[in-house]
């Protein structure tokens, strides 16, 4: 064997083989990227020349309403879908490992299944419920109470109804699995000790169910905050295409879409994304170290 | 719930209960399977229709054809040949961009899981910080300079310009760390004993015991691409290369001239990803679940 090959073949060397693939991914496809993005986001592009211009594109976008309304957009989104897909889904895991539920698995299997249709489907679908003919669904729902038919997707409060009935119904399923596999990993036998110390049900899920689900719970708080951040192609779908009357639909990627895709314009577009980058991270830092999660374990 | 009463009370209350909780979740699932039940139903009437009157929940039998899906099988005159023709071309696109997705980026994911768990060596740490740092930044932040750079490497319009980027999935990587971790590692060297090479105990020894972290990620992969959008979107620029999701979205127009096929074409396009879904859905539990737990 060759001194080459058996290096090759030696513990040492290996392990690097192994992680090699990653590792050039990381370098090509996420590092380069990210610090062209940086770069690109204190310069001008156009066709070819790029000339820097400092923190104009910064500075421009504090003044930018379009942007302010997209950033106020995708923080509310994330916002009220924290509300909604959080507790909701948590205590319909609690409820779905209870002694009482029967024929669990017909429903975890159903509930799972809106996650396996794309956006571009189950937002026709969704656009399709709330359009504003006479027959649709929704304003069926309205002639039914005595209301004369709305145009949901035109006026904010009606249409984030839609968007948010969107997320819900995509993704409860998702998120309340989550829950469901972390209650499976507490220990059964703290229930039954906090029986014997005369918990009631309320007790036992404030003192047992919470805390010890923790870990599961800061899972799904940081991956609704990036999607709820980052959302886009719902609001895409939902008003087909890349604007919504008065914007109510424009997110920060939306913006970043339209600046970037639209208007060819990749400096700013890239300072849109470093401000989606920024707000994310400290709304994940804040929201860690409220959790407890850099304190050291005892 | 409650610790008083007798015995019966309790057994009543219990029954009572067990009815109010069984019954909220097939309220739920009633819910969730309207609308994609309201669009099945609407699959079965003409496209304007839909454009017209919305889309609700409409038992009228009596009005239904399966015209939608003559048209889209191509049996239902020439313009029927050519949105036929085009449709499953882009439904060939997806299938196989899925199938090549699935495959590559689990064999990588696998051998970079394998290398940063079964050896102790120097970075091991940082490396498997790195894929964790990879997770925190949005891939829409990296969108544009991945396209730009995409363009340059001469991938644009090309699966491998799809695909590239995304093959070293850390949510992947993470998970098959994670099954791999709870196996033992005596396995190895009985394997070095024997004289099986690195690589060889990597394919021969580990691969067979980690099938079902294979089966639960593959679905998971398989659903991801099969409906990803955002990104197939930038890359792909002829319309013979579209994939299924792409397509059907340059049928939503305005005009509502096609929607026999978007709404027959939407229905038929959830069919492999619920094939997969039915069959593998007790191992896509487990794969999802994998970060929840741990943390």
């Known amino acids: 064997m060759s001194k080459f090959k058996k290096l090759f073949y030696s513990q040492k060397v290996a392990p690097f083989v192994f992680v ?91 509930m799972y299944i809106p996650a396996l249709t794309s956006v571009v489907i189950s937002g026709m679908l969704f656009r ?129 879409y339209k600046r970037g895709i639209e208007k060819n314009d990749l400096g700013y577009a890239c300072a849109v994304g470093m401000v989606l980058m920024i707000i994310a991270l400290v709304i994940n830092v804040i929201q860690l170290i409220a959790t407890g999660t850099f304190k050291k374990e005892d | 719930m409650n ?34 039940l309201a ?40 313009n029927s040949k050519v949105d036929s023709a085009k449709y499953f071309m882009w439904y060939k696109n997806s299938l196989i961009l899925t199938i090549l997705t699935v495959i590559l980026t689990l064999l990588v994911c696998y051998f970079v899981a394998y290398g940063l768990t079964m050896y102790k060596f120097r970075l091991q740490g940082f490396l498997f910080f790195l894929v964790i740092a990879t997770m925190c930044v949005p891939f829409e932040i990296l969108m544009l300079p991945l396209y730009q750079e995409v363009t340059a490497l001469k991938i644009i319009n ?26 033992p590692k005596e396995l190895l060297d009985a394997a070095r004993i024997d004289g099986c090479t690195e690589y060889g105990i990597s394919v021969k020894i580990m691969m067979p015991i980690t099938k079902p972290a294979f089966a639960s990620m593959a679905i998971l992969c398989a659903m991801g691409s099969w409906n990803n959008m955002l990104w197939p979107m930038l890359v792909f620029r002829d319309t013979s290369k ?5 397509g059907l979205n340059t049928l939503l127009t305005p005009y509502g001239n096609n929607y026999d096929l978007l709404i027959a074409g939407s229905m038929f396009g959830i069919i492999p990803i619920l094939v997969i879904y039915l069959i593998f859905q007790k191992y896509l539990i487990d794969g999802m679940t994998a970060g929840a737990v741990k943390g």
């Open chain 1, 20 to 110: 090699l693939p990653f590792i050039l991914s990381l370098l090509i496809f996420w590092a380069y990227p990210l610090i062209s993005g940086i770069i690109m986001s204190f310069q001008d592009i156009s066709f070819g020349s790029r000339s820097f211009v400092g923190t104009a594109h910064y500075s421009k976008l504090l003044k930018d309403k379009f942007f302010i309304t997209a950033v106020s957009n995708s923080v509310e989104y994330m916002l009220l879908t924290l509300v909604l897909m959080i507790p909701i889904p948590l205590l319909l895991a609690v409820l779905m490992e209870s002694r009482i539920t029967k024929a669990k698995g017909v429903w975890k299997v159903i």
């Open chain 2, 3 to 36: 610790n008083e009463g007798t015995p019966r009370k309790m057994e009543s209350n219990h029954r009572l209960a067990s009815v109010l909780a069984t019954g909220l979740f097939v309220i739920l699932c009633g819910f969730i399977a309207f609308p994609l």
């Open chain 2, 158 to 183: 090309t699966r491998a310009g799809v695909i590239l980027p995304g093959l070293c999935a850390a949510s992947t990587i993470f998970f098959f760390r994670q099954y791999m971790q709870s196996l």
């Open chain 2, 39 to 78: 669009g099945l139903l609407a699959s079965f009437r003409p496209g304007r229709e839909l454009v017209q009157n919305g889309l609700a929940i409409n038992f009228d039998f009596s009005t239904m054809t399966v015209d939608n899906y003559k048209y889209l099988f191509g049996l239902a005159g020439d």
């Open chain 1, 128 to 256: 399709m419920m709330f359009s504003e003919a006479a027959g649709s669904q929704m304003n069926q729902l309205m002639a039914f109470l005595g209301r004369t038919p709305i145009a949901w997707l035109k006026t904010k409060w009606t249409a984030w109804i839609a968007l948010l009935l969107l997320c819900m119904w995509r993704w409860t399923g998702v998120n309340m699995l989550y829950f469901v596999s972390g209650l499976k990993s507490i220990d059964g036998s703290l229930y039954e000790s906090a029986e014997i110390d005369g918990c009631n049900a309320k007790q036992k899920f404030w003192y047992v169910t919470l805390p010890l689900i923790k870990p599961t719970t800061i899972y799904v708080i940081t991956i609704s905050v990036y999607a709820g951040l980052s959302m886009f192609l719902e609001s895409f779908m939902l008003w087909n295409g890349n604007s919504s009357p008065k914007n109510i639909g424009l997110t920060i990627v939306g913006y970043l």
């Open chain 2, 242 to 246: 579209f994939t299924l999701q792409i």
